[in-house]
């Protein structure tokens, strides 16, 4: 057993080390980083759980994959980086459309969230109808527990979208000149961030309820 976890976490080093050495600046390192070491950890518990060694070291993967993205989001946020775009507008156009991924992978999560809710309820009374087994109860909450801190990341990426589309609306609106398609986009933007905000609230509501869910049986 201790012999397969160091195997594990070298795994898990190895994986880390070749996602953040190959980044063009500090701030893309840094973010990469973080992201990937957080989800290479949680990738490999989750995986030597279910898999034993192997599947830990596939999991790592999955995890420095998916950790990594985020973090990304956060080192590299398209309202950073306007020079990279020849036109105002076409800048507008980017800002849109990453503000449009996050709310569709958000509304993606509620949608999971509450699919979970469902199950979960639905668990419970057929544990107490002594219909299911105890440990199946257990790797509900298990899953639960997953799903929260999934959650909790992307209300955190969440935020760090609203505050950058904030930002970036606010210094583009101050152009003394606007073409009637660059006015068009700025609306568009606000309407993406309105979304953003509700997409927050209602995330932390079902983020919040997911985790004070009672799934405890009745005996």
Request: glycine content about 10%; overall charge positive.
């Amino acid at each position: 057993m201790l012999k397969d976890v160091i195997s594990v976490l070298l795994a898990v080093a190895l994986l880390v080390g070749c996602a953040t050495t190959s980044d063009e600046t500090r701030t893309k390192t840094e973010g990469t980083a973080l992201g990937a070491g957080a989800g290479a950890v949680a990738g490999a518990l989750l995986g030597f759980a279910t898999g034993g060694k192997k599947g830990a070291i596939i999991g790592a993967g999955t995890g420095v994959a998916a950790g990594g993205a985020a973090g990304y989001l956060y080192g590299t946020h398209v309202a950073n980086r306007k020079k990279a775009f020849a036109t105002t507008e076409a800048y507008l156009d980017a800002l849109i459309k990453n503000a449009q991924a996050v709310n569709d992978r958000t509304d993606a999560l509620r949608q999971e969230i509450a699919q979970l809710e469902t199950e979960t309820i639905q668990l419970v009374q057929r544990y107490n109808q002594r219909t299911i087994q105890r440990g199946q109860l257990t790797r509900q909450e298990q899953i639960l527990k997953k799903k929260v801190e999934e959650g909790q990341e992307q209300l955190k990426i969440l935020q760090v979208e609203i505050d950058n589309q904030r930002q970036a609306l606010a210094k583009e609106n101050q152009a003394q000149m606007k073409s009637g398609q660059t006015t068009q986009l700025l609306n568009d933007l606000q309407a993406e961030i309105t979304r953003l905000e509700r997409n927050k609230a209602e995330l932390e509501k079902g983020v919040t309820g997911l985790a004070t869910m009672p799934i405890r049986p009745s005996a």
